[in-house]
């Protein structure tokens, strides 16, 4: 199984940046996509951004594409979210996912992080 962690998340003023952090553990595994997505109460997930194996693609919702840029690191299975010019409306919990394939399993499967706050406030 594949475990997530996330953090990084908490209380920024508008303008100010915060950097999450996504770290995957667990038994023998290979990662491909990761992505990271969002979450308002009473309001669906969505997408804030995805990156290719290698880090090679990358793809952002339209709402904050030039303000966040996701990155990988593949040696420490770890995905990162670094968010510029924060606004109030990225307000939301934010949820890390991976598309990962354990040795043990045939195909792969998508996994999730707990998710973590972040709070944009003056």
């Known amino acids: 199984q594949v475990q997530l962690v996330e953090s990084g998340g908490g209380l920024v003023q508008p303008g100010g940046s915060l950097r999450l952090s996504c770290a995957a553990s667990?038994?023998?595994?290979?990662?491909?996509?990761m992505g990271w997505y969002r979450q308002i109460p009473g309001k669906e997930r969505e997408m804030v951004a995805t990156?290719?194996?290698?880090?090679?693609?990358?793809n952002y919702a339209l709402s904050v594409k030039g303000r966040f840029t996701i990155s990988r690191d593949d040696a420490k299975k770890t995905s990162y979210l670094q968010m510029n010019n924060l606004k109030v409306e990225d307000t939301a919990v934010y949820y890390c996912?991976?598309?990962?394939?354990?040795?043990?399993?045939?195909?792969?499967?998508?996994?999730w992080g707990q998710g973590t706050q972040v709070t944009v406030s003056s």
């Open positions: 667990g038994s023998r595994f290979s990662v491909h996509i």
């Open positions: 996912k991976m598309i990962a394939l354990p040795d043990t399993h045939l195909a792969p499967s998508a996994y």
């Open positions: 990156i290719g194996m290698g880090g090679a693609t990358t």
